[in-house]
């Protein structure tokens, strides 16, 4: 079963910032944050992963609180191609390709 | 840079036939692992293959079986088709990294989409 949860959906208007939770209150020490997204019948997109440090990238800001039991993605400026479900996945690091255990996802969807 | 393949798009099967399903992995890629993904659900992992051998595997029973070549590619089989076997398939690679906790992102094909009648 998946370790986190998420809202199954949200909304928000285009360009503005997409602020996406999840909580993983169980989450071990040395398990990852990772995030995909999957716009409709497509492969799932990476997105971004962390440990404990917040962390940026060309496509996304994933905040981790300090006791790791929530994070927080965001998509700075949501335009109407950000419109997908956003998985929150956590992700051991026992080994070096663990499998990726996915939830249901919130379905953002991007307004004009 | 060549990402991840997958073909065929779509396939239409009945149900009792078999399936062979491949996947070319990203450039530098040597870990295939494969999903299916049931109308409006998350994917599920079906199995992981590293050094042309299953090293693990979900909860799926026998019929679903798997091959990796030299060149990493990946085929995933599925034999005696059910109704239920109808689903997105997803492949996804990586590439193994030696020791520590490192993690290897999984880069995922755009699939394909089996319907079985």
């Known amino acids: 079963d998946a370790k986190t949860t998420q809202p199954p959906s949200m909304d928000c208007a285009e360009g503005r910032a997409a602020n996406l939770p999840c909580n993983h209150s169980?989450?071990?020490?040395?398990?990852?944050v990772y995030w995909y997204r999957q716009i409709h019948s497509q492969g799932p997109q990476y997105i971004i992963h962390g440990l404990k440090n917040n962390e940026t990238n060309e496509m996304a800001s994933l905040i981790i609180t300090e006791d790791r039991k929530s994070s927080t993605l965001i998509l700075p400026h949501a335009t109407l191609r950000d419109t997908a479900v956003y998985y929150c996945?956590?992700?051991?690091?026992?080994?070096?390709?663990?499998?990726?255990?996915f939830g249901k996802g919130t379905r953002l969807s991007v307004i004009a | 840079d060549a990402g991840v393949t997958q073909s065929p798009t779509h396939l239409i099967k009945t149900r009792g036939q078999q399936v062979t399903l491949r996947c070319s992995p990203k450039s530098g890629h040597d870990t295939v692992s494969w999903y299916q993904q049931a109308l409006g659900q998350g994917p599920q992992f079906i199995f992981q293959?590293?050094?042309?051998?299953?090293?693990q595997r979900g909860n799926f029973p026998d019929r679903f079986s798997g091959h990796q070549y030299p060149n990493y590619s990946s085929e995933l089989n599925v034999n005696a088709l059910l109704l239920g076997d109808s689903a997105l398939y997803l492949c996804a690679s990586s590439l193994e990294l030696a020791g520590g906790a490192r993690q290897e992102t999984q880069y995922f094909g755009p699939g394909t989409r089996l319907l079985v009648l």
């Open positions: 169980t989450i071990s020490g040395n398990e990852y």
């Open positions: 996945i956590v992700r051991g690091a026992y080994s070096g390709n663990t499998p990726l255990v």
């Open positions: 293959y590293y050094e042309e051998e299953e090293r």
